[in-house]
């Protein structure tokens, strides 16, 4: 299946919202960037589809963007939380159907929960939950939190488990959790079957319960 392109619009474009617009144009998709600095919109210009000046609080500059027409509005507006706000109501009262916004503290939090926005971000905390995550084990490579209970990890394969196959290790019956995917350089093997055999230096993906993935980080591996 084609991977469809989806057309996103970024609203601030500080270190937060800027570097979400240049990921999203470098792999390829539509992303109007939008500041009401203009130093900000020229130096988004070469990492955009177009960039353009205009305060998203003034709900006539957004609708003469076409903003309804996106499937996505990432609101990325730093210390104004009164524009974040602000701009978080005017885009679901136009109907965008995924407002995702950064929000600052757990009061902006809470408003932006009441007033219907579809994400919302904490930057910094969740990138410090995933240094720690990589202070406390070297073989934690990656980790996304699903919820407080479950996470998905990355883990480098140990010598202790090199030439082992899956079935082999038990993963799922001895630590209730599952591999999803295993990367050997380039190559990724999604849903990898259990004679497929894991050697030191992959990394493995696996997803389960907080406790039973640092089971097998710290004894099965
Ligand atoms: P970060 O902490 O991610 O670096 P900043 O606070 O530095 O965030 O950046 C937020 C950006 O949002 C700034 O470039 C600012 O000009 C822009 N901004 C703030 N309010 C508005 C608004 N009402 N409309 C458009 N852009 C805005």
Request: hydrophobic share 40%.
């Amino acid at each position: 299946m084609a991977d469809k392109k989806k057309q996103f619009a970024v609203i601030g474009l500080g270190r937060f919202g800027g570097s979400v617009c240049k990921e999203l144009y470098n792999m390829g998709h539509q992303v109007l960037a939008i500041d009401m600095n203009d130093t900000k919109v020229n130096e988004f210009a070469a990492f955009s589809t177009h960039s353009v000046i205009a305060d998203s609080t003034d709900e006539k500059a957004l609708q003469s963007l076409g903003i309804r027409n996106f499937e996505y509005v990432i609101v990325a507006i730093g210390d104004n939380i009164q524009s974040s706000i602000l701009t978080t109501l005017v885009l679901k009262e136009m109907e965008v159907p995924n407002v995702w916004v950064k929000a600052q503290n757990v009061y902006h939090h809470k408003v932006l929960d009441k007033i219907g926005a579809d994400r919302i971000i904490h930057p910094e905390q969740d990138m410090g939950i995933r240094i720690a995550q990589h202070l406390a084990s070297e073989k934690i490579v990656d980790y996304i939190e699903l919820s407080d209970e479950y996470s998905i990890v990355e883990l480098l394969a140990t010598k202790k488990i090199d030439n082992r196959s899956l079935v082999d290790l038990h993963v799922r019956a001895k630590y209730g959790c599952t591999i999803l995917a295993i990367k050997r350089g380039e190559d990724i093997n999604v849903s990898p079957l259990p004679d497929d055999t894991i050697y030191e230096k992959d990394i493995l993906i696996v997803i389960g319960h907080k406790n039973d993935l640092k089971r097998f980080e710290e004894e099965g591996m």
